[in-house]
């Protein structure tokens, strides 16, 4: 006989999004219980770059470019705290971020891209365009093939593997439940909350958080939302560890905390297919070297794939269900980036609070507005067939 367990909240998904959300609730005293379907699950979460990255989002969104910024300048007392609560060093630092251009015509697409978000938040967004010279003082490592860079100050960088562990230490030392091996099989709607069937047993609360990665995809329906998500595949390489010659992060190449160099990532359209290529890893490589041409002869220890979870317009889906409006669905593309604002306002939000002002749009009826970035083929995908029956 299957055991029942009660929280306040339940949240599916173990990736960063379920996770920093239930650190935030944990905190304020709510009783929380993570459901997490496991390793055979696609998790973005343990595949990503690690990037904490304000320049060039939310070029058709400025709530998107605020909402983004917003997470940003939490992310030092997000991470300071995490720190403190768990004695685990996060490799966190935020001392900004450089996007390298090769031609003029990257250049010329950076300088349109940041001048749009500036102007459409009245100028309250901090980035600067350098000239090849500049960008190589900034970064000496940098090669003659750089014509320049845009610099974004709240740009940083972080260990995902660090803060995903961090979160699930500090979980557990303030007592909530974190269930793995638990793929949800159903949710029921009952007079007081909600009722959760998974392989490892019954679940109960009060509010229920879908956090489930491209899960979302037909668990939302069970409780009258939506969530369009499709896979986009990253390819990503490390290497051997170096001494340090990166001081700032790059959107395709950084130095970890551990010496390493991680090159990424692809962005592409190929189902639930999260393998590699060798086109893929070596346009990657020769792209990294171009940039930093001391990389030629650093050896590749390690590669991967991993699944993006995107909606047709980019943009995160902040919702509760009209029909159960104790049921809410987060998911986003940028899950380490926005991990201080999931902790935050959006834990605030599950428990009640007014919704903070930038997410009143990010709802699935609102998802095709603006540049789609999914493919035509994401409307044929069943809203109710989970992913076993999509592939
Ligand atoms: C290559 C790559 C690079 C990236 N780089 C960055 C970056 O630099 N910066 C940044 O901010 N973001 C980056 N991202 C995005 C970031 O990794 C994701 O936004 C984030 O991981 C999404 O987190 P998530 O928790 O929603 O999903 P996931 O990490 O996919 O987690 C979903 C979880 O839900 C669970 N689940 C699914 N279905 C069920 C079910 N039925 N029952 C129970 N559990 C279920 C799974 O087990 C899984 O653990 C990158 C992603 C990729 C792929």
């Known amino acids: 006989m299957a055991s029942l367990n009660q929280a306040d909240v339940i949240i599916i998904g173990g990736g960063i999004v379920g996770t920093s959300i239930a650190w935030g609730l944990a905190r ?49 007392d997000f991470a300071t705290a995490l720190q403190t609560e768990t004695g685990i060093d996060l490799q966190h630092e935020q001392r900004g971020g450089f996007s390298l251009c090769l031609t003029e015509t990257e250049l010329n697409a950076a300088c349109v891209t940041m001048q749009g ?90 509010r229920i958080v879908l956090a489930a990665g491209l899960g979302n995809r037909w668990l939302a329906p ?17 290497t051997e560890r170096v001494a340090p010659f990166l001081s700032h992060p790059t959107m395709q190449v950084r130095q970890t905390g551990d010496g390493t160099v991680q090159i990424g990532d692809t962005k592409e359209w190929v189902g639930f297919d999260d393998g590699i290529t060798h086109g893929g890893i070596g346009n990657m490589a020769a792209r990294a070297v171009a940039c930093f041409p001391a990389l030629a002869s650093v050896k590749v220890v390690r590669t991967w794939g991993a699944l993006r979870v995107m909606t047709p317009d980019g943009l995160p889906l902040y919702e509760s269900s009209a029909e159960h409006p104790k049921a809410f669905l987060v998911t986003c593309h940028s899950g380490i980036t926005l991990a201080a604002n999931h902790a935050g306002p959006i834990a605030d939000w599950i428990l009640g609070g007014a919704g903070p002002a930038e997410i009143a749009t990010f709802r699935s009826s609102d998802s095709s507005v603006g540049l789609p970035v999914a493919p035509p083929w994401l409307d044929s995908f069943p809203l109710d067939g989970g992913r076993r029956g999509w592939g």
């Not at 690690?50 to 060039?56: A, D, T």
């Open 28 to 76: 304020r005293g709510t009783r929380v219980c993570v459901l997490d379907e496991g390793d055979e699950a696609f998790r973005a979460a343990r595949g990503n770059f690690g990037l904490i990255w304000v320049q060039g989002k939310g070029a058709q969104s400025p709530s998107y470019a605020t909402w983004t910024r917003r997470a940003a300048l939490a992310w030092p």
């Open 117 to 206: 978000i500036a102007e459409s938040l009245d100028g309250a967004y901090e980035y600067e365009l350098l000239e090849a010279e500049a960008t190589r003082l900034a970064l000496p490592a940098a090669g003659p093939a750089v014509r320049g860079s845009v610099y974004c100050p709240r740009d940083g960088q972080v260990s995902p593997q660090r803060l995903l562990r961090a979160l699930f230490t500090a979980l557990a030392a303030r007592g909530a439940t974190v269930q793995s091996g638990a793929a949800v099989l159903t949710i029921r709607a009952t007079g007081e909350g909600f009722r959760v069937e998974t392989a490892k047993g019954r679940y109960i609360a009060e």
């Open 222 to 238: 069970l409780v009258g939302l939506e969530a369009p998500v499709a896979p986009q595949r990253g390819q990503v390489l490390i």
